[in-house]
């Protein structure tokens, strides 16, 4: 067994922006028996489970399940709904953004990043009128998607999807429109048929609080006409033969079974709560994270407050200071994981994850770990984040009447 002998007494703090901290409940539902994939307990597992993940989703169409990581689901929505050489819409919101660019390209589509200029777009959230204007001048539909990210988890902003769907309607464009919403699915409000998206991506261990492993598809009937069009070459992620074995509750190929028992249970748990209550719940945390760092003297690095992400909040260092090497000192000291900055945001800022399994006192002592950790690296800070986050909580009770 790999020793991991790093790791003192007592949990480990797991606070990057996914993956998440995966709740007891779940790890047990998770530790039952492997059973047949091709038996009928999985057939009736499956079909419950493919029921109630539209639900998160807020769908009435099928959601596809791959035994994969998010990257997986990425390359599913591209390979399913396009061709090679088609033309796709990207906006740079930051890091992932990026790579599902690199992606397209590799599949040898030909994208098109916009975004604002510089390093602004990485501290903002999708400008849709940027996009409203870009569909404008093509009015001969060469672009036959628009790709975006709803919760950016490398920088923190949380885009407005309704508004580019309203953006791609004033401008008459017929472009399919597929979203990441990677991390911000069961955390962030999110609305697949209301905001008429046509893919939306998804992975397990960031919203839905599983390990990593399973990702997702939630497809339109649009996106589904798309596929039957389509020429880019495709077998594992095709949607045609999924869809065919889900109608009975199973997969072409043998699926991540005990993932699905942590499915499961995770969708259980989500809806017994309320999805909205869940969301406010990590608009609270958020907040609380928030007022600590705004406590603290220090920028946050989002820029736009209707787009802070519920999800995580980037912290940028001061001119000068190596934001990894306060980050490795926290770990060291504190047995305490914070998100790196990634990309062009490399060194410039750490991420603080505020979703999974967390309440108020794991994320006072996640702050206290912070505090303490940027002490030592010679941070300069204005006051006590943690005193104002513990009041902040105390001020603003979940359940408040
Ligand atoms: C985590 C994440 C990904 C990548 O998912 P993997 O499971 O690591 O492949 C892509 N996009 C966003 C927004 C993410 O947060």
């Known amino acids: 067994m790999l020793k991991l002998d790093f790791h003192p007494s007592g949990r480990h703090f797991l606070q990057?922006?996914?993956?998440?901290?995966?709740?007891?409940?779940?790890?047990?539902?998770?530790?039952?028996?492997?059973?047949?994939?091709?038996?009928?307990?999985?057939?009736a597992?499956?079909?419950?489970?493919?029921?109630?993940?539209?639900?998160?989703?807020?769908?009435?169409?099928?959601?596809?399940?791959?035994?994969a990581s998010g990257t997986g689901a990425w390359e599913a929505?591209?390979?399913?709904?396009?061709?090679?050489?088609?033309r796709v819409l990207m906006f740079e919101t930051g890091h992932f953004?990026?790579?599902?660019?690199?992606?397209?390209?590799?599949?040898?589509?030909?994208?098109?990043?916009?975004?604002?200029?510089?390093?602004?777009?990485?501290?903002?959230g999708v400008q849709a009128e940027m996009i409203e204007a870009r569909l404008r001048e093509d009015a001969d539909h060469a672009i036959?998607?628009?790709?975006?990210?709803?919760?950016?988890?490398?920088?923190?902003?949380?885009?407005?999807?309704?508004?580019?769907?309203?953006?791609?309607d004033a401008a008459g464009h017929p472009a399919l429109l597929l979203v990441d919403t990677i991390s911000g699915l069961a955390s962030a409000d999110y609305r697949h048929d209301e905001w008429g998206v046509d893919v939306t991506i998804s992975g397990s261990q960031k919203g839905l609080m599983l390990p990593p492993g399973i990702s997702f598809n939630a497809i339109s009937e649009k996106a589904i006409a798309a596929s039957r069009e389509s020429t880019m070459p495709r077998s594992f992620w095709a949607w045609d033969e999924i869809l065919e074995a889900n109608q009975n509750g199973y997969w072409p190929y043998t699926p991540s079974t005990n993932l699905l028992y942590g499915l499961n249970e995770s969708l259980d748990m989500l809806l017994e709560e309320g999805l909205d209550h869940v969301f406010?719940?990590?608009?609270?945390?958020?907040?609380?994270?928030?007022?600590?760092?705004?406590?603290?003297?220090?920028?946050?690095?989002?820029?736009?407050?209707?787009?802070?992400?519920?999800?995580?909040?980037?912290?940028?260092?001061?001119?000068?200071?190596?934001?990894?090497?306060?980050?490795?000192?926290?770990?060291?000291?504190?047995?305490?994981?914070?998100?790196?900055?990634?990309?062009?945001?490399?060194g410039r800022m750490f991420r603080i994850g505020h979703l999974g399994d967390c309440n108020d006192l794991t994320l006072i002592a996640t702050l206290g770990g912070c505090e303490a950790g940027m002490k030592l690296a010679g941070v300069p800070l204005a006051g006590s984040g943690v005193t104002a986050a513990l009041d902040y909580f105390a001020q603003h009770p979940l359940d408040a009447k």
């Open 45 to 67: 597992l499956g079909l419950e489970l493919l029921g109630k993940i539209r639900k998160v989703f807020k769908t009435e169409s099928p959601v596809m399940i791959y035994p």
């Open 280 to 346: 406010a719940r990590h608009q609270r945390w958020a907040a609380g994270v928030r007022t600590a760092v705004e406590a603290w003297g220090l920028e946050i690095q989002c820029l736009e407050p209707a787009v802070y992400s519920p999800v995580l909040t980037g912290v940028v260092m001061p001119e000068g200071i190596d934001a990894d090497a306060v980050r490795k000192i926290i770990y060291e000291r504190f047995d305490l994981s914070l998100g790196t900055g990634l990309g062009k945001a490399k």
């Open 16 to 43: 990057i922006p996914g993956p998440s901290p995966v709740p007891d409940r779940i790890l047990r539902a998770m530790s039952l028996p492997t059973i047949d994939h091709r038996g009928p307990e999985f057939g």
């Open 97 to 124: 953004a990026s790579l599902w660019y690199a992606m397209a390209r590799r599949l040898q589509l030909e994208p098109e990043f916009i975004g604002l200029p510089g390093y602004e777009g990485w501290r903002h």
């Open 144 to 168: 036959k998607a628009v790709c975006v990210v709803h919760n950016e988890t490398s920088t923190g902003a949380t885009s407005d999807i309704a508004a580019v769907r309203r953006a791609m």
């Open 77 to 86: 929505a591209l390979a399913n709904t396009l061709s090679p050489g088609d």
